[in-house]
Nanobody
């Protein structure tokens, strides 16, 4: 079994910054990618940023230039640095880890709330 623990969410004013962390533990055999998704009330969950085992990244258009995803492979940890936050960034942020062994196996964290408000 795989466990993901997210941290770093909270309340921040518009223009502020937050750094989310996601630590993976358990039966981690081979990581294909890690990513961050978010879900705002009444909306579908959407991809925010993703980083592959090789270090390739992709971002949602709405966060490009403001958010940065990174990984510490030795610690099985992913980070999401969020700068210039906007009220529309308010959502529950979820970490995803995709493992590969014959096929793909996805595991989700429990989510961390990010609220951008003055």
């Amino acid at each position: 079994q795989v466990q993901l623990v997210e941290s770093g969410g909270g309340l921040v004013q518009p223009g502020g910054s937050l750094r989310l962390s996601c630590v993976a533990s358990g039966s981690i055999f081979s990581i294909n990618a890690m990513g961050w998704y978010r879900q705002a009330p009444g909306k579908q969950r959407e991809l925010v940023a993703r980083i592959t085992n090789g270090g390739s990244t992709n971002y949602a258009d709405s966060v490009k230039g403001r958010f940065t995803i990174s990984r510490d492979n030795a610690k099985n940890t992913a980070y999401l640095q969020m700068n210039s936050l906007k009220p529309e960034d308010t959502a529950v942020y979820y970490c995803l880890i995709r493992l590969i062994r014959g096929g793909y196996y996805d595991y989700w964290g429990q989510g961390t709330q990010v609220t951008v408000s003055s």
